[in-house]
C-alpha cells in the first residue's frame, strides 16, 4: 500500500510528457531517470536560443545559397577557399592550408588530391623537404575563380541583407569573436 505521505521534492518522479500513452517501458524508465536540475532545464529549453543550433542553421543556410548558385561548378565553400589562399600565398604546403582553413590534415590531403585531379591545383614536392608537397594555384583554378568569386560576393551580400544594414558590421564582428580571430584578422 501506497505511503499518504508524499516525497520530498527532490525525489518525486517527472510525470510523462503529453504523448507518452504508447510509450515504451525504457523511454519512461528513462523519464523516471531525469534529475530534478535536468528536468528544470528541458522544462525551459528552446532550442531556437541555443547559440549552436542557430550557428549551425545559419551555416546550412550559406552552404544551401552556395550550392544552389554553383551547383554547375561541383564546388565547394571549402575548396573555393583553397583555391582563394593558395593563390594568396604560392608555395603553401599542405599542412599550413589546413591551418589557414581550420581543416584537419588528413581532409585537407583529400580535398587537395581531388583539386589536383581536377587541375585546378598545381602540387609539386617542396625543394627542401620532399615529404611535403607546395601547392600552386593552376589555370583552371584560375578560370574557375573567374567565374566564381563575382557571384560569390553576391551570395554574402544577400545572406547578410537577412539583417538590418546597422547590426551587420557587429555581427561579422561577434563571429569573429566567437571562432576567436581579432576583429581585424584576416585569418
Not at 100 to 104: E, P, V
Given at each position: 500500500m501506497p505511503s499518504p505521505i508524499a516525497a520530498p521534492?527532490?525525489?518525486?518522479?517527472?510525470?510523462?510528457?503529453d504523448g507518452a500513452a504508447g510509450m515504451p517501458p525504457?523511454?519512461?524508465?528513462?523519464?523516471?531517470?531525469?534529475?530534478?536540475?535536468?528536468?528544470?532545464?528541458l522544462a525551459d529549453f528552446q532550442l531556437g536560443d541555443i547559440v549552436s543550433h542557430l550557428l549551425r542553421r545559419a551555416h546550412f543556410l550559406a552552404e544551401e545559397m552556395f550550392s544552389s548558385e554553383f551547383a554547375g561548378e561541383a564546388l565547394t565553400p571549402r575548396q573555393k577557399a583553397a583555391l582563394i589562399v593558395v593563390h594568396q600565398q604560392p608555395g603553401l604546403n599542405q599542412?599550413?592550408?589546413?591551418d589557414?582553413?581550420?581543416?584537419?590534415r588528413n581532409t585537407i590531403a583529400d580535398m587537395v588530391r581531388r583539386l589536383v585531379a581536377g587541375k585546378l591545383l598545381v602540387r609539386q614536392?617542396?625543394?627542401?623537404?620532399?615529404?611535403?608537397?607546395?601547392?600552386?594555384?593552376a589555370p583552371a583554378g584560375a578560370q574557375l575563380l573567374n567565374r566564381v568569386l563575382p557571384r560569390d560576393a553576391g551570395i554574402e551580400?544577400?545572406?547578410l541583407e537577412r539583417l538590418p544594414?546597422?547590426?551587420?558590421?557587429?555581427?561579422?564582428?561577434?563571429?569573429?569573436?566567437?571562432v576567436g580571430?581579432?576583429?581585424h584578422s584576416t585569418k
Open positions: 521534492p527532490s525525489q518525486t518522479r517527472p510525470a510523462p510528457p525504457e523511454a519512461r524508465q528513462a523519464i523516471q531517470a531525469l534529475t530534478p536540475e535536468t528536468q528544470a532545464l599542412n599550413a592550408l589546413a589557414r582553413l581550420f581543416m584537419d614536392a617542396a625543394r627542401n623537404d620532399h615529404r611535403a608537397y607546395q601547392l600552386y594555384l551580400t544577400r545572406l544594414e546597422e547590426y551587420r558590421p557587429l555581427f561579422l564582428k561577434c563571429l569573429k569573436m566567437l580571430a581579432a576583429p
